[in-house]
Antibody, heavy 118, light 107 residues
Framework: EVQLVESGGGLVQPGGSLRLSCAAS????????MNWVRQAPGKGLEWVSY????????YYTDSVKGRFTISRDNAKNSLYLQMNSLRDEDTAVYYC???????????WGQGALVTVSS | EIVLTQSPATLSLSPGERATLSCRAS??????LAWYQQRPGQAPRLLIY???NRATGIPARFSGGGSGTDFTLTISSLEPEDFAIYYC?????????FGQGTKVEIK
């Protein structure tokens, strides 16, 4: 059974940093592109970042470029999102999401809440 | 960035009725469009990919159509568990983008 479990969320002050982790199981992690997608409270979905299986390709949405870094450790079946210089508008539930080989997300984690507030 | 506009924002229907949701793209996304369902407090669930292909385990009452800039999601006969928010999403151009969602609520 495919499982994606996020951790590392919490309350952080504006300008602070946080690192999210996603532990994957039930599939060959290194073979799959992975993503972070977020959802602000009561709002819609926004793609944050994308990383290929080999880490050769990474994409970021403009609003997080230069502040967030996506990475993975295939030996540990883990995906990460390092978030620096956090802003109020980064407050959201962050989902770890697997990209199916034929495109689109076929599995989602349960989400990790990040709250940026003073 | 490709903007996806969903309509209507809210659809009020009764169980057993047919639901038709629309998603319009600001430029062509070819057939690279998906539909997701999100129930309160849950992560999204993939329903349809590449405009018209049902994902694994999705009931046949869900169907998708369209290409280019205009797409539809149809639920042929609403079940109680179908009342939720539905999002379309494109993967033709980075950044992948979502529509703002259509809420299907019980009338």
């Amino acid at each position: 059974e495919v499982q994606l479990v996020e951790s590392g969320g919490g309350l952080v002050q504006p300008g602070g940093s946080l690192r999210l982790s996603c532990a994957a199981s039930g599939f060959t992690f290194s073979s799959y592109t992975m993503n972070w997608v977020r959802q602000a409270p009561g709002k819609g979905l926004e793609w944050v970042s994308y990383i290929s299986g080999s880490s050769n390709t990474k994409y970021y949405t403009d609003s997080v470029k230069g502040r967030f870094t996506i990475s993975r450790d295939n030996a540990k079946n883990s995906l990460y999102l390092q978030m620096n210089s956090l802003r109020d508008e980064d407050t959201a539930v962050y989902y770890c999401a697997r990209w199916a080989p034929w495109g689109f997300v076929d599995y989602w984690g349960q989400g990790a809440l990040v709250t940026v507030s003073s | 960035e490709i903007v996806l506009t969903q309509s209507p924002a809210t659809l009020s229907l009764s169980p057993g009725e047919r639901a038709t949701l629309s998603c319009r793209a600001s430029q062509s996304v070819s057939g690279f469009l998906a539909w997701y369902q999100q129930r309160p407090g849950q992560a999204p669930r993939l329903l349809i990919y590449d405009a018209s292909n049902r994902a694994t385990g999705i009931p046949a009452r869900f169907s998708g159509g369209g290409s280019g800039t205009d797409f539809t999601l149809t639920i042929s006969s609403l079940e109680p568990e179908d009342f939720a928010i539905y999002y379309c999403q494109q993967r033709n151009n980075w950044p992948w983008t979502f529509g703002q969602g259509t809420k299907v609520e019980i009338k």
